[in-house]
Structures are given as C-alpha cells and as structure tokens.
C-alpha cells in the first residue's frame, strides 16, 4: 500500500503587529508633529486590538489612517511599522498579493534604518507571503534574506527566536516538496536556536516535523525518538494541541509497522483531545488516519464513511495537501471494493492537488496508485504508463536524499521498491522483457550502493525511458486531472456558471480516452512486429557482455512478486525470454528457509534435504529447462538474484537425479551493470598469490588448525625448497597478516586469498575479518585498499559465512564483504553462504586452486569452471573430513554444534556454500 506523509505544522508567523515608536525619526518634535504621533498611535494601537479579534477590514482602515499621519509627519521608522501592519492584516484575510505589497514597501523603507530583526521579520513574512501564492522560489530566497540580516544582528532573545522562526519556514517548504535532506538540515537549526532562546514550545514542534521526516523515509526508530522527546515537551507544558499531534502521528508510525492496534489506540486518544479542544481540522485528520487503518485491514464499509467524514472536515479548512491525502485513501479503499469510477475520480483529485502544491511524494504515491487501478481493469499499456512516470518521480527523490544515512536510504527504498517489481511485472505480463530487465537492474544497483554506502555515479541511470505515446497519455491525464479540479472549485463556489468548463473538460475526456486507445494500438501493434523496440541500450548492452563473454552462457533473473515469480533468461544473439511460475513470495521464502536450514547442518537427511531442492527447481530451473536442454552448447549459468532467492545456493539445487552444478558452471551477480566483463586475466601457474590466515585461538575466536597446511599447499614461496604450492606469493599467518602488511604486499598480486574468522552484520561500520594479532579489518579499511587492489584479479573469503550479513528478507545482504572488494575493482570474489567445516573448506581450497592454475593465456580455466571441478570432486569424494571448528561467530546466531561428520563430503553441508560473485571467467 502506498503512504502518505504525515503533514507537518503550518509556518511560524507572527501573532500581532509590532507597537510603533515613541519617537519622530528625522525632526526635532514640535507641538504640531507631537500631535500628529499622537494620533497615528492612537489608530495604530485601535488597529491593532481589531487584529486580535480578527477583525481585519476595520483593522487594515484604522493602520490606514495611521500610516497618512506618519507619512506626515515624516516619521520613517513608523510609517514602515505601519506598512508592516497593513501588510499583516492582508495576509491574515488571504489577500496575499497585496500583503507583498505592503512588506515590499515597508522593507524599501528599512534599508535608510538600522534595524535587522525588524528587517528580517518583514523578509520572513514576505516569504511566508510567497510560499501561500506557491512562489517557493522567492519564498526561499526571502528566507536566506532573513537568515542573513539576523546572522549580521546581536546575539538577543528576539535575534535568536527569530532566526528559529525563519529556519523552521524554510524546512517547511523543503518539507513540503519531499526534499527531505535539506528540509532536515533547516530542522535541525531551527531546533538549536529554540533551545538556544529556551522555547520549549516550538523545539517540541520542531522535533515533531524532524520526526515526520524519518517516518516518511522509514527510519521508524529515529522518529519515535523524536516524537517521544516531543511528547515529553507538550505534556510537561499542557499543550493539548500539540500532544493530540504528537499521538496522532505515533499512531501513523505505529500503522507503518503494521502494529494496528496500537495505532487505534493513539488515534483514539488524539482524538478524544481534539474534540476536547473543539478542533475540527485537527479531528479530520485523525479521521483520515483512523480510515487509513481500516483500509489497511481490508474493512472498508468502515473506512470509507470515515475518510468521507475527514474529506468534509478538510474541505470546510481549506487544507489542499491534506485534501489530497483523503482523496488518495479513498481512492484506495474504492479500488479495493471493486467501486472503480469513484476510484478513478479520487486518484484525480489526489494528483491534481499534489501537483499545485509541488508535493513530489504525493503525486509518485498517486501515479503508482494509478498504475495499480489500470492494471485491476486489464488495461495494461496504461497502467504502465503511470508506473513509469511514478518511479521516474521516486528516483528524483531518491536522488535528492543521497546524504542521508545508509540506512535511512536503504529503508526509504525498501518503502517504495513494490512499485518497482510490480512495473516489471506488468513489463513481462506483455512480453517487454527488456524494459523489464532495466526496471530490474535500476532496483539491484540501488539496493547494493545503498546497502553499502555508496554514492549514486554521476553516469548512473536515474530514469525509466517513456515512449512518446506514454509520456503524451501521461500530460494529458494531468491537464484532465487540473482541469477537473477547476470545474470542482467553480460548482462549489456557485457563483459563475460552469456549462463551459464541464464541455471543456468533456473534450479534455474524450482525448484522454483516444491517447489511451492509440498507446494500446501502437504497443501491440509493435511487439507483434518487433519484440525488441523498447530496448533500453544501456542494460540490455550489459546482459549481452555478460553472455558474450563466454560461449555457451545463459544468464537467468528471477523476479519475485508477491503472488508469482518471473523468470527472465537470456543467451547470445537472441531476445530475452520470460516465464510465469505461479508460487508466491510467502511460499518461496518459506521454502528457502527450509531448504537453507537443512543445507547448513551436516547430519540433516540427504533425502528430505534433495526433496527440499527439487522443489526449488521446479520453480527456478524446470520452466525453461527444455530450452536449455535443446542447446547442447549451453554450459553456464549465470545468476542475477532477487529477494529470497539470494539465500540460495543455486548450485545444490536438485532436480531428482542430479545437483544443477553436475550439468552447468553457476556464478552469480549483483547486478548486469556492476560487473565489468571487458577484461579477462588468466590465472595461470605463474600469477602471483599474496595468502593471508589465522590458525590461532583468540578471545572469543576459536583455532582453524587447518589454515597453515591450506595456505602452504596454495602458496608457492620462493625460499622455500621443494615448496608443493601452487602459485608463487607470500603467506601472511597470524601475527604477521596485519592491514599493513596486506596493504605492503598487495602490489603486482593478482589473487588475494583471506582465511580466517569473519563477521558481518548489517552495518558496516561493526563487520570485520579478524587479523592475526586480534584486531578487526573493518569495512572502512578495506576501502581504504581499494588504491592497492588494481592488480587484483580474484579475492577468495575463505571464511564462514562472509558473504551472509544479519537476516534480512530481502536479501540485500548477500553481496555482504563481497562487494566492497568489486567496487574496488576486483573483478571477481568467492565467498561462503554459512558456516563451513574448516577442513573441508581447505581441500575445496586447494582443489579449486589446482584447477584455476591449468589454465594457460590459449586455454585459460574460468574461475566458475575451476570451482565446479572442486565442487564435483568434493561431491564424489570417499575421505573423511576430521571434525574442526566453523571459522565464523555470526551476530546472534548460534554457531554449528560440532556433530560427527557423514560419510565423506558429497552432503551439500560441504561443497556448495562457495559462491562465485562478479566476473567469473
């Protein structure tokens, strides 16, 4: 379900006028002038008690009036208050144009006086006057104003209030655009300067927007800090008003989390203290969230008389972006009662209103909303249309949040990554498989830069392509949706006929409904003739490297959705082919965990264990498995993983006779566009290998006593005679395998070989490979090689568990260590799914090894060929491995009880954890 935001509190403005001066500027008083001043503070302070009863027109008069008699009597600084307060007084009545005119004048005044804050209020209310007539430029730039006059002025009370106010307005308006990162930054200001000035008051208001932000992308335990911090504040100030906001939007964040009872229960409380207070906006929205809940539990007999109900409350206080809030619930819940038009005409509304008030996260929430209506009636090409432009929307804002934490990034992607499978979805229903792949790998790559804190690229794709005939369908239906809310606003004004207006918008139908019907002509009239026309390049270009590359490869991506799985496949020199598998998401997952459960044990049942894979295979091998049995020059598999299917080890799945790794190669990677084909380096006899291991117990570490007799039969030292290694290098062992000495060696090394303890969570900054005298190798410090990594051709992690950080149903997690080596531009790392026997893991070591280095520059060896020849021999070995140790302590999990071993190595347990990650020629 898409979500709005909680809305944050109106602007910061201020209350009444400023009193005038006691003095005349510029002359000596005399009786005349003294007379005059008099009087002008008469009406001015008459003026300003018909302000604070709201009686504006009298108000705007009486200041009138006062303002003559200071121009009179040439009193600069007053006549300049008395614009101010006119100025105040037309704002207040929604005559925004004229109020800028009153400020405008009344600054042109300021500049012959010497007085910032007063200068800065002005500016500031003249951006709160632009922001009301949707100026946010000037808006904004009228705040930087301000923020500059009261930066320049003494350190006082009112210097620093003010500077919170202006600095809360300017958040506001970042805010309201969905530019979250800037927004924040305002917050964060304005809430020093109100704790600077001891406002209790606005820093819990301030605490309570810096809230919603973390709401809004996600980061629900950052925003329940927040909004606690803010609750304490209101309750010990007896601000009931506040209080029921705060209880309101825990409610919102307690339905983000799907904890719906609590959520009822805060928006209950909210609102017993807004009817209390007797205010009705304020209960409207809690309306709107106590419908939103029940939309969510699917009772919408109950939820929509309460949206209704909200919508009614919104409408009698003008509120537009609140409106639009409403109208996009009620969409929703009509959608799902099967009431179609009545959702057409509410996702309408919803877009028109996003769109006026520039509202980014409503109007891609909208437009996915849209697509999902669209596609409920078959029509599929329009539906697509609007998803397309959704994400286009989404990857601005994802672009626009970049300085965000890792993790706020990565849970604001997880809130909208739906939109994107279920675009790839549609994409496959109609056999544009390639549009589909691009839609795919812009999701990979931004789940893997934000899993592991990377920039964005200035090259990246950041836009999913429309066609001319979808972006024209897409302008039209928002000059419908526009056009349809003026017609709204003129029959519930009923002061103008609208006959005009509704043939206008007729027309403006009729054309809508004719662009729809020619997309869907021109869609399937082209597929029919050219499956390829929406080849996005690009992507499609990558996939073809990948397979390319190696005769005889096949890559397959599986698109896991919530009711199916997609499996796309391609292969040299023809278009990419899909399949639907009807399995949900709940039931691959499940079985995954079964399958992975059983994997990772060496004593569990080999039967219940093959059972286990062969349904796995059903679903991700057997649909296309005729097709690549036909070709009998097929011989490697690549794999770019989705979701749950990143917990597989691809290779032990089982098709009732065989394991996948007995027929093809297997490798996998994290995304077509990440893995850089264009270079193959050999790894022959003579590449230079630098080897680095602990064998030794530490604090809470356990000894891996095979790590010395692994290392000595893959390292080849040149001292050493009658050395039986493999390749020529160093070995770096216990104390001496420290970040300098790695770092000091690692020139003109191709293959960099790491075994040892490892860990690695779910945050980067506590994973780590444990160093010879103890120390952690954290994430950082192995960037901080990434200079030394240039020769480096394969790292291998032969650590338990390296390539599987904390539990994560997605499965972002995967790429783990793994990728901070490939952005380094190591073509290739191999590492482990779970926990391995350490001796097993250093035969499969040296196997592996022995195999990559008979390769020769003519007849190289892949590096996927190489680890299906060690895997093989593991799976038909006879020896007995002696129980050891895992070399993995996984953060709170329990490690493998040690349990004597089957007989030989041929259980999965043993040869398949090793997967092949990047390049794997």
Same mark, same amino acid.
């Given at each position: 379900?898409?979500?709005?935001?909680?809305?944050?509190?109106?602007?910061?403005?201020?209350?009444?006028?400023?009193?005038?001066?006691?003095?005349?500027?510029?002359?000596?008083?005399?009786?005349?002038?003294?007379?005059?001043?008099?009087?002008?503070? #008469?009406?001015?302070?008459?003026?300003?008690?018909?302000?604070?009863?709201?009686?504006?027109?009298?108000?705007?008069?009486?200041?009138?009036?006062?303002?003559?008699?200071?121009?009179?009597?040439?009193?600069?600084?007053? #006549?300049?208050?008395?614009?101010?307060?006119?100025?105040?007084?037309?704002?207040?009545?929604?005559?925004?144009?004229?109020?800028?005119?009153?400020?405008?004048?009344?600054?042109?005044?300021?500049?012959?006086?010497?007085?910032?804050?007063?200068?800065?209020?002005?500016?500031?209310?003249?951006?709160?006057?632009?922001?009301?007539?949707?100026?946010?430029?000037?808006?904004?730039?009228?705040?930087?104003?301000?923020?500059?006059?009261?930066?320049?002025?003494?350190?006082?009370?009112?210097?620093?209030?003010?500077?919170?106010?202006?600095?809360?307005?300017? @958040? %506001?308006?970042?805010?309201?655009?969905?530019?979250?990162?800037?927004?924040?930054?305002?917050?964060?200001?304005?809430?020093?300067?109100?704790?600077?000035?001891?406002?209790?008051?606005?820093?819990?208001?301030?605490?309570?927007?810096?809230?919603?932000?973390?709401?809004?992308?996600?980061?629900?335990?950052?925003?329940?800090?927040?909004?606690?911090?803010?609750?304490?504040?209101?309750?010990?100030?007896?601000?009931?008003?506040?209080?029921?906001?705060?209880?309101?939007?825990?409610?919102?964040?307690?339905?983000?989390?799907?904890?719906?009872?609590?959520?009822?229960?805060?928006?209950?409380?909210?609102?017993?203290?807004?009817?209390?207070?007797?205010?009705?906006?304020?209960?409207?929205?809690?309306?709107?969230?106590?419908?939103?809940?029940?939309?969510?539990?699917?009772?919408?007999?109950?939820?929509?008389?309460?949206?209704?109900?909200?919508?009614? =409350?919104?409408?009698?206080?003008?509120?537009?972006?609140?409106?639009?809030?409403?109208?996009?619930? =009620?969409?929703?819940?009509?959608?799902?009662?099967?009431?179609?038009?009545?959702?057409?005409?509410?996702?309408?509304?919803?877009?028109?209103?996003?769109?006026?008030?520039?509202?980014?996260?409503?109007?891609?929430?909208?437009?996915?909303?849209?697509?999902?209506?669209?596609?409920?009636?078959?029509?599929?090409?329009?539906?697509?249309?609007?998803?397309?432009?959704?994400?286009?929307?989404?990857?601005?804002?994802?672009?626009?949040?970049?300085?965000?934490?890792?993790?706020?990034?990565?849970?604001?992607?997880?809130?909208?990554?739906?939109?994107?499978?279920?675009?790839?979805?549609?994409?496959?229903?109609?056999?544009?498989?390639?549009?589909?792949?691009?839609?795919?790998?812009?999701?990979? $790559?931004?789940?893997?830069?934000?899993?592991?804190?990377?920039?964005?690229?200035?090259?990246? #794709?950041?836009?999913?392509?429309?066609?001319?005939?979808?972006?024209?369908?897409?302008?039209?239906?928002?000059?419908?949706?526009?056009?349809?809310?003026?017609?709204?606003? !003129?029959?519930?004004?009923?002061?103008?006929? !609208?006959?005009?207006?509704?043939?206008?918008?007729?027309?403006?139908?009729?054309?809508?409904?004719?662009?729809?019907?020619? %997309?869907?002509?021109?869609?399937?009239?082209?597929?029919?003739?050219?499956?390829?026309?929406?080849?996005?390049?690009?992507?499609?270009?990558?996939?073809?490297?990948?397979?390319?590359?190696?005769?005889?490869?096949?890559?397959?991506?599986?698109?896991?959705?919530?009711?199916?799985?997609?499996?796309?496949?391609?292969?040299?020199?023809?278009?990419?082919?899909?399949?639907?598998?009807?399995?949900?998401?709940?039931?691959?997952?499940?079985?995954?965990?079964?399958?992975?459960?059983? $994997?990772?044990?060496?004593?569990?049942?080999?039967?219940? =264990?093959?059972? #286990?894979?062969?349904?796995?295979?059903?679903?991700? $091998?057997?649909?296309?498995?005729?097709?690549?049995?036909?070709?009998?020059?097929?011989?490697?598999?690549?794999?770019?993983?989705?979701?749950?299917?990143?917990?597989?080890?691809?290779?032990? %799945?089982?098709? @009732?006779?065989?394991?996948?790794?007995?027929?093809?190669?297997?490798?996998?990677?994290?995304?077509?566009?990440?893995?850089?084909?264009?270079?193959?380096?050999?790894?022959?006899?003579?590449?230079?290998?630098?080897?680095?291991?602990?064998?030794?117990?530490?604090?809470?570490?356990?000894?891996?006593?095979?790590?010395?007799?692994?290392?000595?039969?893959?390292?080849?030292?040149?001292?050493?005679?009658?050395?039986?290694?493999?390749?020529?290098?160093?070995?770096?062992?216990?104390?001496?395998?420290?970040?300098?000495?790695?770092?000091?060696?690692?020139? @003109?090394?191709? =293959?960099?070989?790491?075994?040892?303890?490892?860990?690695?969570?779910?945050?980067?900054?506590?994973?780590?490979?444990?160093?010879?005298?103890?120390?952690?190798?954290?994430?950082?410090?192995?960037?901080?090689?990434?200079?030394?990594?240039?020769?480096?051709? /394969?790292?291998?992690?032969?650590? !338990?568990?390296?390539?599987?950080?904390?539990?994560?149903?997605?499965?972002?997690?995967?790429?783990?260590?793994?990728?901070?080596?490939?952005?380094?531009?190591?073509?290739?790392?191999?590492?482990?799914?779970?926990?391995?026997?350490?001796?097993?893991?250093?035969?499969?070591?040296?196997?592996?090894?022995?195999? /990559?280095?008979?390769?020769?520059?003519?007849?190289?060896?892949?590096?996927?060929?190489?680890?299906?020849?060690?895997?093989?021999?593991?799976?038909?070995?006879?020896?007995?491995?002696?129980? @050891?140790?895992?070399?993995?302590?996984?953060?709170?999990?329990?490690?493998?009880?040690?349990?004597?071993?089957?007989?030989? /190595?041929?259980?999965?347990?043993?040869?398949?954890?090793?997967?092949?990650?990047?390049?794997?020629?």
């Amino acid at each position: 379900m898409i979500l709005f935001a909680i809305a944050p509190i109106a602007p910061i403005a201020p209350i009444a006028p400023n009193p005038p001066t006691t003095i005349i500027a510029q002359q000596s008083p005399t009786e005349s002038s003294q007379q005059l001043q008099t009087e002008a503070q #008469t009406l001015y302070l008459q003026g300003s008690q018909y302000f604070a009863q709201g009686d504006y027109p009298d108000a705007i008069a009486a200041y009138q009036a006062a303002l003559a008699l200071y121009q009179q009597a040439n009193n600069t600084s007053d #006549t300049s208050r008395a614009l101010y307060a006119i100025g105040l007084a037309y704002y207040h009545s929604d005559q925004f144009l004229l109020a800028i005119a009153q400020y405008q004048e009344s600054l042109r005044l300021q500049q012959q006086l010497n007085d910032p804050i007063l200068a800065a209020s002005i500016t500031t209310d003249l951006g709160l006057a632009y922001d009301q007539i949707k100026e946010r430029a000037k808006a904004l730039e009228s705040y930087r104003q301000a923020i500059a006059l009261l930066q320049g002025a003494d350190e006082t009370y009112q210097q620093i209030y003010q500077l919170g106010r202006v600095l809360f307005n300017a @958040g %506001l308006i970042y805010d309201a655009v969905s530019d979250y990162s800037s927004a924040l930054d305002y917050y964060q200001q304005a809430l020093s300067a109100f704790v600077d000035s001891n406002n209790q008051s606005r820093a819990g208001t301030v605490l309570s927007n810096i809230a919603k932000i973390y709401g809004d992308i996600g980061d629900f335990i950052q925003s329940l800090s927040y909004y606690q911090q803010a609750l304490a504040i209101f309750e010990s100030t007896d601000n009931s008003s506040e209080r029921s906001r705060v209880l309101n939007n825990l409610g919102f964040i307690a339905y983000r989390q799907q904890e719906f009872s609590a959520a009822l229960d805060y928006y209950q409380q909210a609102l017993a203290l807004r009817e209390a207070d007797n205010d009705s906006q304020a209960q409207g929205r809690t309306l709107e969230g106590i419908g939103e809940l029940y939309v969510a539990q699917q009772d919408y007999e109950r939820a929509i008389p309460i949206l209704q109900q909200a919508l009614m =409350l919104a409408q009698a206080n003008p509120d537009s972006l609140f409106e639009g809030q409403i109208f996009n619930h =009620l969409g929703t819940a009509y959608r799902l009662q099967g009431q179609l038009e009545a959702a057409h005409e509410s996702y309408r509304q919803s877009l028109a209103i996003s769109r006026t008030n520039g509202y980014r996260a409503g109007e891609s929430a909208t437009l996915s909303n849209l697509g999902r209506l669209y596609a409920q009636q078959q029509q599929i090409e329009t539906a697509i249309a609007f998803y397309k432009q959704s994400i286009n929307i989404t990857e601005a804002i994802r672009k626009d949040i970049a300085s965000f934490s890792r993790q706020q990034r990565e849970t604001y992607t997880e809130t909208v990554s739906e939109r994107y499978r279920e675009l790839a979805g549609l994409l496959l229903d109609q056999g544009r498989i390639l549009e589909a792949q691009q839609v795919l790998e812009m999701l990979k $790559i931004q789940e893997i830069w934000e899993y592991t804190d990377r920039e964005r690229g200035p090259d990246a #794709t950041t836009e999913v392509v429309l066609l001319p005939t979808e972006s024209e369908l897409v302008q039209q239906y928002f000059t419908l949706a526009a056009f349809t809310q003026a017609l709204q606003q !003129c029959e519930g004004q009923q002061t103008q006929p !609208c006959k005009s207006l509704r043939d206008q918008r007729d027309q403006l139908f009729r054309e809508y409904r004719q662009a729809i019907s020619t %997309l869907e002509s021109e869609i399937r009239s082209r597929l029919a003739t050219d499956e390829a026309l929406l080849d996005p390049s690009f992507f499609a270009a990558k996939a073809e490297e990948i397979i390319s590359a190696q005769p005889g490869t096949v890559m397959i991506y599986p698109l896991v959705l919530q009711d199916k799985l997609w499996l796309l496949w391609s292969k040299a020199g023809e278009i990419p082919s899909k399949r639907e598998i009807k399995v949900s998401q709940r039931q691959l997952g499940e079985t995954v965990i079964k399958f992975r459960t059983l $994997i990772k044990e060496r004593s569990s049942d080999i039967s219940e =264990l093959q059972a #286990t894979a062969q349904q796995l295979y059903t679903w991700l $091998i057997a649909p296309i498995e005729s097709e690549l049995a036909a070709d009998a020059d097929i011989h490697n598999l690549v794999f770019s993983l989705d979701r749950t299917t990143r917990y597989i080890p691809m290779a032990a %799945l089982y098709d @009732g006779e065989q394991y996948l790794i007995e027929k093809y190669t297997v490798s996998t990677v994290l995304s077509a566009a990440l893995t850089n084909v264009e270079v193959r380096s050999p790894l022959s006899a003579d590449s230079n290998i630098l080897a680095v291991g602990v064998s030794e117990a530490t604090d809470g570490f356990d000894a891996l006593p095979n790590v010395p007799a692994e290392l000595d039969a893959i390292v080849k030292e040149n001292a050493v005679a009658n050395d039986q290694g493999i390749y020529p290098g160093i070995q770096l062992l216990n104390q001496a395998f420290s970040f300098s000495a790695i770092r000091d060696a690692l020139p @003109g090394v191709q =293959l960099l070989h790491i075994a040892t303890h490892g860990e690695f969570t779910g945050s980067r900054d506590q994973s780590y490979l444990l160093m010879g005298n103890g120390d952690k190798l954290p994430i950082p410090e192995i960037e901080t090689l990434a200079a030394y990594l240039k020769d480096v051709s /394969l790292v291998v992690l032969s650590a !338990c568990q390296t390539a599987l950080g904390g539990p994560d149903e997605e499965g972002i997690e995967i790429a783990g260590m793994s990728y901070y080596f490939l952005k380094s531009q190591v073509a290739t790392v191999m590492a482990s799914l779970w926990n391995v026997n350490d001796a097993s893991t250093s035969q499969l070591m040296q196997l592996f090894y022995q195999a /990559l280095a008979e390769g020769t520059t003519a007849q190289p060896v892949t590096k996927a060929a190489a680890l299906q020849s060690a895997q093989l021999a593991l799976l038909g070995s006879d020896t007995l491995a002696s129980s @050891g140790p895992g070399r993995f302590r996984l953060v709170n999990r329990t490690t493998d009880s040690e349990l004597p071993l089957a007989s030989g /190595l041929a259980h999965p347990y043993y040869w398949a954890p090793f997967i092949l990650i990047g390049n794997s020629l």
